[in-house]
């Protein structure tokens, strides 16, 4: 407590006026020291700023909590100016606690941002993984698609036996007139699709194939 408080008088609530430094008594024995900055019917408002080091501004109370008031004096230099001193230590303990916790905050956006920005990378690099596995899965599954064409095809070379016609008589055969088809035919049907696919390869590998030596005299 750095204010002298000097007891000059017990006064009534309703002698108070503005500039009077007193303490006000409240009915559960709390009590408030400051400077009386405004008197209304109903409130009493305090300057607390050179009472209490921690505090600052002014503060209302009603009159129907007041038991008692007391006039003191005025603050003496000495205790005004320690009284200064002292907020401007509070002040500045404020002032660092205040900083330390923007900085605390700061840097858990930070790491809350990198912690993001960690996340989407690894998201998109994930992504790219994926992609790339699924590229290979989808060029893996071409390679054995086409070795598989290229089995069938082999198995059933291309002619006046094996054709598109001869498909399309068979499966007309089989769905039309009921006519059994043997084991080799059985098969061909079901992988005609397959045999068309390598039929095409194998004719554009051997375009291909005529073409160079061709290119290669010019």
Partial sequence: MFAILILTAVIYA??????????LTLKNDN?????????????????ITFEYPSL???????????????????????TLKEVLAQKEKVK???DKQNSE?????EQQIQQAEKASL?????????????DESKKQKS???????????????EEFPPGDKWSEAEYKK???????????????????????DIWKKGVEYSEKLKKATEQKPTEEKK
Avoid: C, H, M, W
Avoid at 185 to 190: G, I, S, Y
């Fill in 14 to 23: 309703d002698e108070i006026k503005v500039g009077d430094r007193i303490e």
């Fill in 56 to 78: 600052n501004g002014t503060l209302s109370l009603k009159r129907s909590f007041i038991s008692g008031v007391s006039l003191l004096g005025t603050i003496d230099p000495d």
């Fill in 170 to 192: 068979l499966k007309d055969q089989f769905i039309t007139i009921k006519v059994t088809l043997n084991k080799e035919e059985q098969r061909f049907v079901e992988n005609f």
């Fill in 118 to 130: 960690d996340e989407a990378e690894a998201a998109t690099e994930a992504a790219k993984k994926e």
């Fill in 31 to 47: 009590s408030f020291r400051g400077t009386v900055k405004e008197v209304s019917e109903d409130y009493i408002t305090l300057d």
């Fill in 92 to 94: 500045r303990l404020v």
């Fill in 139 to 153: 060029l893996a599954e071409q390679v054995d698609d086409l070795a598989k064409s290229l089995k069938i095809v």
């Fill in 101 to 105: 916790i923007k900085q605390d905050k």
